[in-house]
């Protein structure tokens, strides 16, 4: 079993849909937490990151936590073409290394 | 450009051959990471420096990958003896030390070995 689990999608949704993405791990010493989005043929970008349980938002992202069910999502509002790529879940280990997700390829349609 | 350089972009090889990729990472970043990422994958994590130093490799790093930062500044990745399976996107990646707000990647080169 991966540390990270993600659905690989893809994902396709209408313009102007709410978009929900989301990851589990397993290992409960995870702190923080990320979301990157990649286009094709280029690195990947950070949108957001948490750390422990909780909410966070950003303009039309928004980021949450739960630990205790190991569980974070993205959520997406008012989604444009221009947020097709594919989004990258992301945990932070002590050592300061990134685990990743397989990643969501997600496509919206104009 | 202040971001994390990667070069080359595209690399074809023949199986075999050995191939170098550079990284310069952002200049005020102490640390430095490799990862790898093959289609429909996530990076997988190869190694890191702290300045000069590597202080962790991956499993998946085979004897054939070698890895170095000299002076804690650009850091190199080669591969000898290229196999078709070596054929990914090779990801670098900085941060300052000890953040938790991620890293800052490269736009990756992509090896393909024939």
């Not at chain 2, 490799?57 to 078709?84: H, V, W």
Request: aromatic share 12%.
């Amino acid at each position: 079993q991966k540390e990270v689990e993600q659905d690989p999608g893809p994902l396709s949704v209408p313009e102007g849909a709410i978009v929900s993405l989301n990851c589990t791990y397993s290992n409960s010493a995870f702190q923080y937490f990320m979301w990157y989005r990649q286009y094709s043929r280029k690195g990947p970008e950070l949108l957001m990151y948490t750390y422990s349980s909780g909410n966070k938002e950003d303009g039309r992202f928004t980021a949450q936590v739960d630990k205790s069910s190991k569980y974070i999502s993205l959520f997406i509002r008012d989604s444009q073409p221009s947020d097709s790529a594919t989004y990258l879940c992301a945990m932070m280990d002590s050592s300061y290394k990134l685990i990743f997700g397989s990643g969501t390829r997600l496509l919206v349609r104009p | 450009d202040t971001g994390v350089s990667q070069d080359p972009r595209h690399k074809i090889t023949k199986r075999g051959q050995n191939v170098t990729f550079r990284c310069d990472p952002i200049s005020e970043h102490n640390r430095l990471y490799w990862y790898r990422q093959t289609l429909g994958q996530g990076p997988e994590f190869l190694t890191y420096f702290q300045n000069e130093a590597q202080l962790e490799k991956s499993r998946l790093l085979s004897d054939r990958f070698s890895a170095e930062r000299p002076k804690g500044s650009f850091s190199t990745l080669e591969i000898q003896r290229t196999e078709q399976g070596d054929s990914a996107m090779y990801l670098c990646a900085s941060s300052v030390d000890r953040v938790h707000y991620g890293y800052t990647f490269g736009s990756g080169t992509r090896l393909t070995v024939v």
